[in-house]
């Protein structure tokens, strides 16, 4: 069994739906499981419409906005009386109805709720489209398949329940499938967090014992640095599972933080390839030759740089980090980069459900703070030690970090 990966930006529109058609005609479509993606920019007009409904703002007009996009896409694929548009019609029917009958407060339940109806809904339109075209398989909810805690918008995953979901599948079909989503053990929908599709992608290959894993994106493969940002930027051609978790963990966006330990422990070769050209090799991450030395450029941006203080100058003792830590576990904001000194922790933080200010707040209690916000966290990779003084021109340096082969600077 093959796993593919065809994110939002492959999706995006009919003739990009189309096009993943000549993917699958390019490499094959045999005992294959895909992985779709929502639709372009479908999520976050999604998050919009969650936002508004907390907020009590009108977001029915943003849900029938989204579902005329969709429609639009099924026009560019299908004819008028095709079954595609009633299976449209009913998954937004689905989600104002959930609004509509909604009791619960909890903000990142609602989230899981709403937001998966994007992947459900385009999984649905590439499924019925392949099967149009030649390319015949059985379409599967994800949540039937993939178990995890109730976790919402950052669902860990129940592997021993998962794997033996997946073994009951037939692995010569084909089938396609959501990412992003999964279930709890009451069967309500929970997602593996922003950007999950990738992760999606590798759970199903740990539990197929799949002979490869390509995710499709709109570049070469895994490059030196974000072509839309670093200039003469190369291919890696082949790097380790160990750097590209490195990669990952420092921001490269291309891959998906939690995708590679699933891989790793069953050593499945994982494959990042374009879908503008599937005849180029991309990359292959997995057995890695020099080629994974090459100095590479990560730029994570939407971070917050703290300074924490003892009140009484005492030194920042292992008390003062137990309390500063779970602090940080209870608002879920996870620790970029850290410095400490005697009487001071200087931290780099990603606050992706918005508690950065409650957070401080209780620090306050003990502690003296600063706090930046919309601060970048620049990261390079097998720096030339030699030459690196050339990163510091030009940029206003909050924290930096150099250590073994790594430059880190949290930079205004």
């Known amino acids: 069994m093959k796993v593919f990966k065809f994110g939002g930006a492959s999706v995006k529109d009919a003739e990009s739906v189309k096009n993943v058609a000549l993917v699958l005609d390019n490499q094959g479509f045999k005992n294959c499981l895909m992985v779709v993606s929502a639709m372009g920019k479908t999520t976050n007009a999604l998050e919009m419409v969650v936002a508004d409904y907390f907020a009590k703002k009108d977001y029915q007009q943003e849900i029938e906005e989204i579902k005329q996009f969709h429609i639009d896409i099924a026009k560019g694929l299908f004819p008028e009386e095709h079954p595609v548009y009633a299976e449209i019609n009913l998954f937004f029917d689905d989600i104002d109805s959930f609004l509509r009958r909604n009791k619960s407060p909890n903000y990142n339940f609602v989230y899981d709720q709403v937001v998966s109806c994007g992947e459900m809904i385009s999984s649905k339109i590439v499924s019925e489209f392949l099967n149009e075209s030649q390319f015949g398989n059985v379409w599967l909810d994800a949540r039937d398949y993939i178990k995890t805690d109730n976790t919402y918008r950052e669902g860990v995953v129940n592997w021993k329940g998962t794997q033996e979901n997946i073994k ?38 740990y539990g197929f014992d799949a002979s490869e894993m390509t995710i499709w994106k709109d570049v070469p493969g895994v490059m030196t640095g974000d072509p839309r940002i670093f200039d003469d930027v190369e291919l890696l051609s082949s790097i380790s599972y160990e750097e590209a978790i490195e990669m990952a963990y420092y921001g490269a966006s291309v891959i998906h933080p939690k995708t590679l330990q699933p891989l790793k422990q069953k050593d499945i070769p994982f494959f990042v390839k374009s879908f503008l050209d599937p005849s180029m090799p991309g990359t292959k991450i997995g057995n890695a030759d020099d080629n994974q030395y090459l100095e590479s450029y990560i730029l994570k941006k939407n971070q917050n740089y703290l300074m924490v203080d003892t009140r009484d100058f005492s030194f920042i003792a292992e008390d003062h980090l137990k309390e500063i830590f779970s602090l940080l576990l209870k608002y879920n904001i996870k620790v970029s980069l850290m410095q400490n000194s005697a009487i001071s922790l200087e931290l780099c933080l990603e606050d ?9 707040q209780d620090l306050h209690a003990n502690f003296q703070t600063q706090l930046i916000q919309n601060v970048s966290l620049f990261t390079v990779r097998n720096v030339n030690i030699e030459e690196v003084e050339k990163f510091y021109k030009d940029q206003k340096v909050l924290l930096e970090q150099l250590s073994k082969n790594t430059l880190q600077m949290v930079i205004q």
């Open 352 to 360: 992706k459900f918005g508690h950065i200010a409650e957070f401080v």
């Open 168 to 205: 009951k599948l037939d692995a010569s079909k084909n089938y396609v499938t959501q990412g992003f989503i999964a279930s709890d053990e009451h069967n309500f929908t929970v997602t593996l967090g922003r950007e999950g599709s990738d992760y999606t992608a590798a759970i199903f290959a």
